[in-house]
């Protein structure tokens, strides 16, 4: 591709602003904490109008200026499709209600955006085996993008991670192995035995590049609102890499001029069996104690501890909004109402973006005359039904007739 440019300038330590050389292999930052990646923005405002995306091709690289990619022999692609924005007529009164349906791109979530980004790097960096914990999506896009790219993988997940899942993952390339434990005790296994093993760590923010992945979302749900973005933003928050990549989207945009009007309020929402962010953002906390006994329906935001704990609180403060609890019950009746009323799918994690909508509109935290956006991260057909009280046919002697007959 002629038109190829990456803006990626240096990275910085997200605690501390610390500077570090770009192009070279990081874990976290010498502070522990994870790194960003940063760009020169001024050249690219310089640069790039935004009227000269419209001519590209409707996929993550259409912002490849603002990704950290620079050479496109490097840039591993299933597909990542732009997802679209769908409207939600049917449901509850008030603003226009959006949902952004993740679960179009490869390995049917959102994951793929940042596991795309974190396995072109590492094989632009030299590596040549990657390790992560998962509850199963990561770990699905891991394994698709590692094989794709010729890179050897490696997945630990809790032991009830739901078969589908493991088997995906093995199906695609990956070493699985099963941990009695939490997101976070499988990558503490990860964590002591990656220098044995010669494991890149991939964990949620342990390298820099997946939120460059998730942040397409921020830019692509900009571009698709021209340039001016709804009012709020709900967004299902498990290691909360795909908040702070569109927090960090809208600053870019922002500084390049590409963005009009406010930025949107951030909503992270959490299962209430789950809830370490709510709970911290509830006390006022800079950091979220690890959750005990952490249990939900939702397993894409079962984490106990997210090491980007500050980055998400600071997000969800700095833009003016909030973070939620809704229980698994209600998570569950969204998912039914959502399918029952327009006809989509969501992921259960999806349909508590809704449940918290509505419990957030309720309880006025969402005013009548706001627009709000809510995430449905993978594709509902990766987990178990709702029982649908389906029938049995009548035998077909003749009583089929007489049950479904014109009357
Ligand atoms: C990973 C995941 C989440 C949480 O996303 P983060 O950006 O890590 O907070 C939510 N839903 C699903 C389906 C997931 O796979």
Redesign the pocket.
Known sequence: MTDWKSYVSHLECGATGERLEADRLHNLSPAGKPILVRYDLDALARDLDRDRLATRAPDLWRYRELLPVRDPANAVSLGETATPVLRLDAVVSGGPLFIKDEGRLPTG???ARGLCLAVCMAKALGVERMAMPS????GAALAAYATRAGIESVVLCPADTPEINLQEIALQGATVYKVDGLIDDCGKIVGRYKERMGWFDTS?LKEPYRIEG?KTMGLELAEQFQWRLPDVIL?????????I?MWKAFAELKRIGWLEGDMPRMVAVQATGCAPIVRAFEAGADHAERWQDASTV?A??R?PAALGDFLILDAVRKSGGFAIAVEDDAILAARKEVARTEGLLL?P??AATYAAYKTAREAGRIAADESAVLFN??TGLKYPMPDGSIDLVPDADGSFDATFGPD
């Open positions: 979530s959102f994951k509850n199963g999506n990561a949620t998730k967004y299902p928050t498990g290691g909360g890499t795909g908040l990549g939702a894409g935001i984490v992921c994690e999806g991260c993978a």
